[in-house]
């Protein structure tokens, strides 16, 4: 069982930046596939980023060249440096673990709030 905690939602304007957390439990987070996700209400979850154990970095248009995800294999943490924010981020963001065996685990979610 792998436990991720979020953390650095939080209400901001347009155009600022704000950076998300996510810490993982156990001893095989190098090893580990990870996301972050959005959902907006009513809305499927979808990808924003992802960052392979080999750091290897995907990312959704929307977002190309505002998002940067990172790793820190020594702390467990996964970061998703968000810069430039839209009204239209505004979302519950969720952070995913992928296994080597292919389970996935999820995080609760952060809020991130972008006014004009």
């Known amino acids: 069982q792998v436990q991720l905690v979020e953390s650095g939602g939080g209400l901001l304007q347009a155009g600022g930046s704000l950076r998300l957390s996510c810490a993982a439990s156990?001893?095989?987070?190098?090893?580990?596939?990870m996301g972050w996700y959005r959902q907006a209400p009513g809305k499927q979850r979808v990808l924003v980023a992802s960052?392979?154990?080999?750091?290897?970095?995907n990312y959704a248009d929307s977002v190309k060249g505002r998002f940067t995800i990172s790793r820190d294999n020594a702390k467990n943490t996964v970061y998703l440096q968000m810069n430039s924010l839209k009204v239209e981020d505004t979302t519950v963001y969720y952070c995913?673990?992928?296994?080597?065996?292919?389970?996935?685990?999820w995080g609760q979610g952060t809020q991130v709030t972008v006014s004009s």
């Open positions: 156990g001893s095989s987070f190098s090893l580990y596939a």
């Open positions: 995913k673990a992928s296994t080597t065996t292919y389970v996935t685990y």
């Open positions: 960052i392979t154990s080999g750091g290897t970095t």
